[in-house]
């Protein structure tokens, strides 16, 4: 059959749920042929990764200190070691082989953002005890206080 990767959905909450985002470093995101700038390129590590991944029993699967990187459609100031969650992704899973040739196998992801949210440390550690993974829940969140 054609066409079918336009129907395949990546579910960025689900994956994103149980993960913290670290700044590794920032750099200009520039269009490959016309090389005009297009935003910010953010290089994050997965620093945290406590999501259960469907798996053989013995066979621990993990996805932290992976390397993701969030282009951010705007300018954007950012210092290394921030927690940081992109907002409004739109994120395309796609493969690649370790020569850099596309491949049917889909262990890459493309995440664009509208921008990006900087988490205080205090944020941090709400999100990790009451378990508030998305950014979008925290006025719901704010609003029982």
Same mark, same amino acid.
């Given at each position: 059959?054609?066409?079918?990767?336009?129907?395949? &959905?990546?579910?960025?909450?689900?994956? !994103? !749920? %149980?993960? %913290?985002?670290?700044?590794? $470093?920032? $750099?200009?995101?520039?269009? =490959?042929?016309? +090389? %005009? +700038?297009?935003?910010?390129?953010?290089?994050? *590590? /997965?620093?945290?990764?406590?999501?259960?991944?469907?798996?053989?029993?013995?066979?621990?699967? @993990?996805?932290?200190?992976?390397?993701?990187?969030?282009? *951010?459609?705007?300018? #954007?100031? #950012?210092?290394? +070691? &921030?927690? *940081? *969650?992109? #907002?409004?992704?739109?994120?395309? !899973?796609?493969?690649?082989?370790? !020569?850099?040739?596309? $491949? @049917?196998?889909?262990?890459?992801? @493309? /995440?664009?953002?509208?921008?990006? $949210? /900087?988490?205080?440390?205090?944020?941090?550690?709400?999100? /990790?005890? =009451?378990?508030?993974? =998305?950014?979008?829940?925290?006025?719901?969140?704010?609003?029982?206080?």
């Amino acid at each position: 059959m054609n066409g079918l990767k336009s129907f395949m &959905k990546f579910d960025w909450d689900d994956f !994103a !749920a %149980e993960k %913290e985002f670290t700044v590794k $470093s920032t $750099s200009d995101w520039t269009d =490959y042929n016309t +090389k %005009e +700038k297009l935003g910010t390129k953010i290089e994050v *590590v /997965i620093s945290k990764d406590d999501t259960t991944y469907p798996g053989k029993k013995g066979n621990e699967i @993990s996805n932290i200190f992976e390397t993701l990187f969030f282009k *951010v459609k705007k300018d #954007v100031d #950012v210092s290394p +070691k &921030k927690k *940081v *969650v992109p #907002v409004n992704p739109t994120v395309t !899973a796609y493969g690649m082989d370790k !020569a850099g040739n596309f $491949s @049917s196998f889909l262990n890459c992801l @493309s /995440i664009t953002c509208e921008d990006i $949210s /900087i988490l205080p440390p205090f944020l941090i550690f709400l999100f /990790i005890f =009451y378990g508030l993974f =998305y950014i979008s829940s925290l006025p719901v969140f704010f609003a029982h206080f």
